[in-house]
């Protein structure tokens, strides 16, 4: 036995040590890339053609639980785990697409791992079975725990003939759906190669497990010490700094916890210090004020369960001063998770934020000393790996002043952040990114020498002394069009750290698309138009459903469609649509983000849920329009992919605008043009 011993413990312990929890010293920031019934903006598709931007600012991507659920949803009420993946968000090639394009530039995708509970497929106790390389898995009604639904589901499987498990839930019960029985060997089994089929075939790097106080937090390490992600996060929702620690340590497995948590007594602290007006509350103690801790930390001030969704469902958000409730977040050590939302409205501050972070070199074991806590102040001192970092909150940050030393770097309302001199770096303050309108961006030089200058230029080219030089301090119009600045600190004859920052700033004109719909396939005498999403400008004028009554309609490519023109207002504008028949049934499926003039045909085959699929045919029926030669007009050239992604602002004639871009449809100047 102790030869045997000898031989195992070498394999056992590399796979251990491969989870976990999270990992140390991280200094990635995290992106929740839903908010709730984000349907629209959270279709695997649109979050892939923002990995360029995504990927400079978030090493990770939590997304919804991403397989079908039988019908739209967020994702919680799970149903298929291995053979169905087209969700409300996307199908599985979408999905894995999207996944990989994450990956190739260097963001870790993070899945939502329900596995508290599990929908049925037509009665309370019949799950579906699915077929995974070679093997079909499939839930029981044994693996039901015996006193789901306070015993009313017992109740039923025995009048009718079913038999649930012995033991009772290892956790909080929930009455939504079946609770799992994790004591089960099948439902282990099932939950097993279910997480290493999100991890090896999907792609995923990590979970983020949903409602871990529903069962107990040993499975959660069972299944880690198994799996081995990367990354692993429990939804213990608690305000209690105690109780989500000794949950953090109940994940542990030969001795190595196994799985990080959402710091929510952090979010409550933040809550409650804004929505109270009473800073003070940021010293509340929180996972990230414990040393031991800190590193199985992930903050966030706002989630999809948190948030303001309506007047008729306000949940528990921070009603005031988000940016200054998200600067705070960014300077802390633990894993910065940012929300949607606030990263959606507030992007170029963000992303300053995150870079001030990376500047210094923040990681989730930070150490952090409080500088002041006042009823209208907050500030703390963060250490960075690459120097350190004081964070200003409340309605006097921006008087506060921490010291000579100190560089300000960035402000706000509520909020202000500074450096330390001797990191001896340049530094902008308007981060990369694409606006509209004339910007304006401030030049920094931080250092302790103070004969320091900044160099830059506007085209690209590296900086060196011969170029134009700013005092810490100077400002540039940052024009419309395409700028590349370059920065760099000058000292004693010598550029050094020199910084990029690219820009693209246009004018936005509001403009018309209009949808045309053929009805052929299906024989179709009437359509109903109904519309949503964008702006909220785009609801039909009939607010109930089936929408509006097209009638209007036109003959183009040997066919008659039914058409409607909307105004899309603003760069991030888009309409939504399900298109029905009589009062409203048979239906299309929902079409999302159309921002151009666009062909449809209603297709006769059905989707899942006995929804006509909509064929998008606009690059059939629009090949001949506006050729290149067709137009000599001159001047600055916005050009688009049909799917709304800006590619390029040009100076300069159509024809030199989409010189160099591969074959396809594009968008000039709301004009488009093939190539």
């Known amino acids: 036995m102790k030869r045997l011993s000898i031989i195992l413990i070498p394999l056992v312990i590399p796979v251990l040590m491969m989870a976990q929890g999270w990992p140390a010293n991280y200094k990635g920031v995290m992106l929740q890339g839903f908010y709730w019934d984000s349907y629209d903006d959270t279709q695997w598709s649109k979050l892939e053609a923002q990995a360029d931007e995504l990927s400079q600012y978030f090493s990770l991507v939590w997304i919804p639980q991403s397989a079908y659920c039988g019908g739209k949803s967020m994702g919680y009420d799970d149903l298929y785990w291995f053979s169905n993946y087209d969700s409300s968000f996307g199908n599985r090639t979408q999905l894995t697409s999207m996944i990989?394009?994450?990956?190739?530039?260097?963001?870790?995708?993070?899945?939502?791992?329900?596995?508290?509970?599990?929908?049925?497929?037509?009665?309370?106790?019949?799950?579906?079975?699915?077929?995974?390389?070679?093997?079909?898995?499939?839930?029981?009604?044994?693996?039901?725990?015996?006193?789901?639904?306070?015993?009313?589901?017992?109740?039923?499987?025995?009048?009718?003939?079913?038999?649930l498990s012995t033991y009772n839930d290892s956790g909080e019960g929930w009455d939504g759906m079946r609770d799992l029985d994790h004591y089960s060997d099948n439902v282990q089994t099932n939950v097993k190669a279910y997480l290493k089929m999100l991890l090896d075939d999907l792609g995923y790097a990590g979970f983020r497990y949903d409602m871990v106080k529903g069962y107990?937090?040993?499975?959660?390490?069972?299944?880690?010490?198994?799996?081995?992600?990367?990354?692993?996060?429990?939804?213990?929702?608690?305000?209690?700094?105690?109780?989500?620690?000794?949950?953090?340590?109940?994940?542990?497995?030969?001795?190595e916890i196994q799985s990080a948590a959402f710091d929510f007594p952090f979010r409550y602290t933040v809550r409650d210090a804004i929505n109270n007006n009473n800073w003070t509350k940021l010293a509340n103690s929180s996972l990230i004020s414990d040393e031991a801790y800190k590193r199985y930390a992930v903050t966030f001030v706002e989630n999809h369960d948190t948030e303001y969704r309506s007047s008729t469902s306000q949940q528990d958000p921070i009603r005031k001063d988000t940016l200054a409730a998200n600067a705070y977040l960014l300077a802390m050590p633990g894993t910065p998770c940012v929300f949607l939302k606030h990263w959606?409205?507030?992007?170029?501050?963000?992303?300053?934020?995150?870079?001030?972070?990376?500047?210094?070199?923040?990681?989730?074991?930070?150490?952090?000393?409080?500088?002041?806590?006042?009823?209208?102040?907050?500030?703390?001192?963060?250490?960075?790996?690459d120097g350190r970092l004081v964070v200003a909150v409340g309605p006097n940050a921006a008087s506060y002043a921490p010291g000579s030393q100190w560089v300000k770097v960035l402000s706000g309302n509520k909020y202000a952040y500074f450096v330390e001199n001797t990191i001896n770096r340049p530094w902008v303050?308007?981060?990369?990114?694409?606006y509209q309108n004339t910007q304006r961006a401030?030049?920094?030089?931080?250092?302790?020498?103070?004969?320091?200058?900044?160099?830059?230029?506007?085209?690209?080219?590296?900086?060196?002394?011969?170029?134009?030089?700013?005092?810490?301090?100077?400002?540039?119009?940052?024009?419309?069009?395409?700028?590349?600045?370059?920065?760099?600190?000058?000292?004693?004859?010598?550029?050094?750290?020199?910084?990029?920052?690219?820009?693209?700033?246009?004018?936005?004109?509001?403009?018309?698309?209009?949808?045309?719909?053929?009805?052929?396939?299906?024989?179709?005498?009437?359509?109903?138009?109904?519309?949503?999403?964008?702006?909220g400008s785009h609801g039909p004028d009939k607010a109930s459903w089936p929408g509006d009554a097209v009638t209007d309609t036109k003959t183009a490519g040997g066919k008659t469609w039914y058409y409607k023109t909307f105004t899309i207002n603003s760069e991030d504008?888009?309409?939504?649509?399900?298109?029905?028949?009589?009062?409203?049934?048979?239906?299309?499926?929902?079409?999302?983000?159309?921002?151009?003039?666009?062909?449809?045909?209603?297709?006769?085959?059905?989707?899942?849920?006995?929804?006509?699929?909509?064929?998008?045919?606009?690059?059939?029926?629009?090949?001949?329009?506006?050729?290149?030669?067709?137009?000599?007009?001159?001047?600055?050239?916005?050009?688009?992919?049909?799917?709304?992604?800006l590619v390029r602002v040009v100076k300069g004639s159509v024809a030199e605008a989409l010189d160099g871009l591969g074959s396809g449809l594009y968008i000039v100047n709301k004009k488009k043009y093939v190539k």
């Open 429 to 434: 303050d308007l981060a990369s990114g694409s």
């Open 573 to 645: 504008d888009y309409v939504n649509f399900v298109f029905s028949t009589g009062s409203g049934s048979p239906q299309t499926e929902d079409y999302n983000n159309v921002d151009t003039d666009a062909y449809f045909e209603i297709s006769a085959q059905t989707n899942t849920n006995n929804h006509h699929i909509i064929n998008n045919v606009t690059g059939q029926m629009t090949s001949a329009i506006n050729g290149i030669a067709a137009t000599g007009e001159t001047g600055i050239q916005r050009v688009y992919t049909t799917d709304g992604r």
């Open 100 to 163: 990989k394009t994450f990956k190739a530039k260097g963001i870790g995708t993070i899945a939502d791992v329900v596995i508290n509970h599990r929908k049925n497929v037509s009665n309370w106790v019949d799950f579906p079975a699915e077929e995974y390389n070679g093997t079909t898995y499939q839930l029981k009604p044994a693996d039901i725990a015996a006193n789901d639904d306070g015993g009313k589901t017992k109740t039923w499987a025995t009048a009718n003939g079913y038999v």
């Open 344 to 385: 959606q409205k507030n992007k170029a501050a963000i992303k300053s934020m995150i870079e001030a972070r990376n500047m210094a070199g923040i990681h989730n074991q930070s150490e952090v000393y409080n500088m002041s806590n006042q009823y209208n102040l907050y500030a703390a001192r963060v250490t960075g790996s």
């Open 216 to 255: 107990s937090a040993s499975f959660t390490g069972l299944y880690n010490s198994y799996a081995a992600p990367d990354y692993s996060v429990g939804e213990y929702w608690d305000g209690n700094v105690s109780a989500v620690k000794t949950w953090i340590n109940g994940t542990k497995t030969g001795g």
């Open 442 to 535: 401030t030049l920094t030089a931080i250092s302790d020498n103070s004969a320091a200058k900044l160099v830059y230029t506007t085209d690209g080219t590296t900086p060196t002394a011969a170029s134009k030089q700013a005092a810490s301090g100077t400002t540039l119009d940052i024009p419309e069009g395409t700028t590349v600045l370059k920065v760099g600190l000058l000292i004693g004859g010598t550029v050094s750290n020199v910084i990029t920052r690219n820009y693209t700033v246009s004018i936005f004109a509001p403009y018309t698309i209009t949808v045309h719909v053929n009805t052929s396939a299906v024989n179709w005498s009437s359509i109903n138009f109904w519309t949503w999403g964008g702006d």
